[in-house]
């Protein structure tokens, strides 16, 4: 196992929700600018974290500076693309803290931190 695992998102993380293009038909599908984000987020998170994906309950910490997303759309948008990577589901996903703080324009950015969660025995 390889936790924790501590990874800096690309800027703007894009909300996966408010991202989806409807078609005519009532299909959706993600816009272009989601897809093209989860690829590379999800890229990089391969290239950082190299062992199978681990299936443990978790925490995951996701602290965003400057970023305008709600923290639930933030939150989904980081748990699916961390998804068959460092876990298997992110119903493996216990507890969740997403945390905004302001920052200026050229020092945004998103940090991500999963860890196991310890079993209390309780």
Not at 87 to 93: G, L, M, T
């Given at each position: ?5 501590e ?30 984000w ?47 990577i ?24 998103c ?12």
């Open positions: 196992m390889s936790l924790p695992f990874t800096t998102l690309p800027v703007p993380v894009p909300s996966k929700k408010n991202s989806r293009i409807n078609t005519a038909s009532g299909r959706s599908f993600p816009s272009k600018d989601y897809t093209q989860q690829n590379t987020a999800r890229l990089e998170a391969r290239m950082k974290y190299k062992v199978e994906p681990v299936t443990c309950d978790l925490m995951v910490r996701v602290t965003a500076y400057g970023l305008g997303n709600d923290a639930d759309n933030l939150a989904s948008s980081v748990l699916d693309m961390l998804e068959g460092v876990y298997v589901n992110d119903a493996q996903v216990k507890y969740l803290q997403v945390r905004r703080h302001p920052a200026k324009r050229v020092d945004r950015k940090v991500v931190r999963v860890e196991e969660v310890q079993d209390d025995g309780a």
